[in-house]
């Protein structure tokens, strides 16, 4: 029990007292593990100072200074690192740097470990003629009587093995009106410019189908162009099958190939070339079958022999 | 509410007209609180974010989007103007269906008949394609968009591949619509298209037997991609797009700022 503020072991004593009848004194001294007190029988904290072979009596200068109104005994107060270590799993070091911390805060001098010092110390502060004065107001001790301490601590955790750090809030607009009016004009303008281009342009109707009548040349859709373009370089197994199969794949597993985090695009230099390449490479084939190339898929300039393109 | 005359004006009438009939019941069970054209709608931060949270627009935005993403230079509108084609196209398309039979000299004709015998065929007609090839570009351009943007990095990789999809499921689409008018644009431009197919290995004959219906195009082609094209493809695309749509929300809205 020597862990316990007094005035929380009295309380407790109390509740037991009532409930067993009994005296509070003798219940609370029971509680303490001692003999039943006599309002004389604490200890002045100055009796605890010959105990000088605790090992860390650093903080056995400081303790009855902090718990005067409690009056404990020094047997009580005296603060066994080593045990209170092992009772509360908190390693030695880190009660010995709250001790100091604490001490620091307090504006107190911190009196090196195993000195027998607890005489001067204590005898400086002030709250030990309180304590000397203090045996009668005992039977009503304050609920968190004055120099007591209520927390200690416990363990200390890392940061950064619990603590998730969230992204930092960010700036963030309504979307409605913000992005609503943004979208509605941008479709209202499409729309209008498409209509507009559909009454002036019409869309091409040939001949009906004839299945004896290739045209010269034939051309896929413009999207394919790039692919028919391809085929007059290689084999039909490569152009038309093993580049476009791979393209496909290969542009599904981008996410999967770069790594690289970073979205800058100064940072992803490498990956917005390769892409571009791409891009570009589809994009100059696709023009060049489109509008170079005539009669037999061969290569004309558009502005000589006229163009050899449908939509 | 009486004007010099002591008479009720025509503008007071109507607006109070306005009034009770954005009162009514009917009114207000159509428009959901916080509608615009609700009866008594003031702008408000509050009101903004139920406009949103309570309208079917909630599925695809969020109320509240990052600063960065209303500047029209970050996304162009790509994504959204690509599902405004689909939808524009699906329009269009239905109007169509009125007037065209997937048959062998009728679809030719249906064709010629919907630019002379229909109101608005013609333009409808040249919407329904213009559109759909403006689609496959801002698809394109919108993947392109988001590569330059990173915006395929974790937690979004799988989105792009579903937008992947969505880009070959395009191009499939507009492949399929080429060769219903049964021109010989039409006729040849797929077979040159297909012929690719043939080159599959292994199965490349199979490939091409069942895209076309036969080892040649024939009038049944024209059967199997017309229900490719008008109901098997808009509904695969359609699923594609939702679970597209719904993990652009749940990957966090739209990434950046770069």
């Known amino acids: ?311 | 509410m009486a004007n010099g005359n002591g008479r009720v004006g025509l503008r007071q009438r109507l607006s109070q007209a306005g009034d009770q009939m954005r009162s009514s019941q009917l009114w207000s069970s159509i428009f959901r609180p916080g509608s615009p054209f609700r009866h008594g709608y003031t702008d408000s931060p509050r009101n903004r974010s139920y406009v949103i949270m309570n309208n079917v627009l909630y599925h695809l935005h969020p109320v509240k989007v990052k600063r960065h993403a209303v500047r029209l230079s970050y996304t162009l509108c790509l994504g959204g103007l690509s599902f405004f084609l689909f939808i524009l196209l699906t329009i269009t398309g239905i109007f169509l269906m009125f007037y065209y039979r997937p048959t062998s000299p009728q679809a030719y004709l249906d064709i010629q008949a919907l630019s002379t015998d229909v109101a608005f065929g013609q333009l409808v007609r040249n919407m329904h394609r213009w559109g759909a090839h403006l689609m496959v570009l801002t698809v394109f351009l919108h993947m392109a968009r988001v590569f330059y943007h990173g915006a395929y990095k974790p937690p979004r990789e799988f989105n792009w591949v579903v937008g992947v999809v969505l880009l070959l499921l395009t191009l499939l689409l507009s492949f399929t619509g080429y060769l219903l008018p049964w021109d010989q644009l039409a006729l040849w431009a797929v077979t040159v298209g297909s012929n690719m197919a043939l080159y599959s290995p292994v199965i490349g004959d199979q490939v091409s037997f069942a895209l076309i219906g036969g080892v040649q195009i024939t009038p049944d082609t024209l059967l199997r991609w017309y229900v490719l094209h008008v109901l098997f493809l808009p509904f695969i695309i359609v699923v594609f797009m939702a679970v597209h749509f719904w993990r652009v929300r749940k990957d966090g809205g739209i990434s950046g700022p770069l």
């Open chain 1, 1 to 311: 029990m020597a862990g316990l503020p007094d005035h929380i072991l009295r309380r407790s004593a109390e509740a037991r007292a009532k409930a067993e009848g009994r005296d509070v004194e003798e219940v609370f001294a029971e509680l303490k593990g001692e003999a039943p007190p006599k309002p004389a029988a604490p200890a002045e904290p100055e009796t605890s100072a010959p105990d000088a072979e605790q090992p860390p009596a650093a903080e056995s200068a400081e303790e009855p200074a902090e718990e005067p109104a409690a009056a404990p005994s020094g047997a009580t107060t005296m603060r066994d690192l080593d045990t209170e270590s092992q009772q509360y799993g908190v390693p030695v070091a880190l009660l010995q740097r709250a001790i100091q911390a604490r001490a620091k805060r307090e504006g107190r001098e911190l009196v090196a470990a195993g000195a027998p010092a607890a005489t001067t110390e204590a005898g400086a502060v002030t709250p030990t003629p309180a304590a000397a004065a203090e045996p009668t107001p005992r039977a009503a001790p304050p609920a968190i009587p004055e120099g007591v301490t209520t927390q200690r601590l416990l363990t200390v955790v890392k940061a950064g093995a619990i603590q998730q750090v969230k992204s930092t809030p960010t700036d963030k607009v309504s979307v409605w009106p913000h992005l609503l009016a943004i979208e509605f004009v941008a479709l209202m303008v499409v729309l209008a410019g498409l209509i507009i281009f559909s009454v002036f342009v019409d869309a091409p109707l040939l001949e009906f189908a004839n299945f004896n009548e290739q045209p010269n040349p034939s051309k896929a859709p413009w999207y394919f162009l790039g692919l028919q373009e391809l085929l007059s370089y290689f084999d039909p197994q490569v152009a038309g099958v093993i580049i476009p199969g791979f393209g496909l794949v290969g542009l599904a597993m981008i996410p999967y190939v770069d790594k690289n985090p970073a979205v800058k695009p100064s940072d992803r230099k490498l990956a917005i070339m390769i892409f571009s390449f791409f891009v570009f490479a589809a994009a100059i084939l696709t023009t060049y079958g489109s509008f170079f190339r005539g009669p037999g898929f061969n290569f004309t300039f558009p502005w000589t022999d006229g163009i050899f393109f449908d939509f």
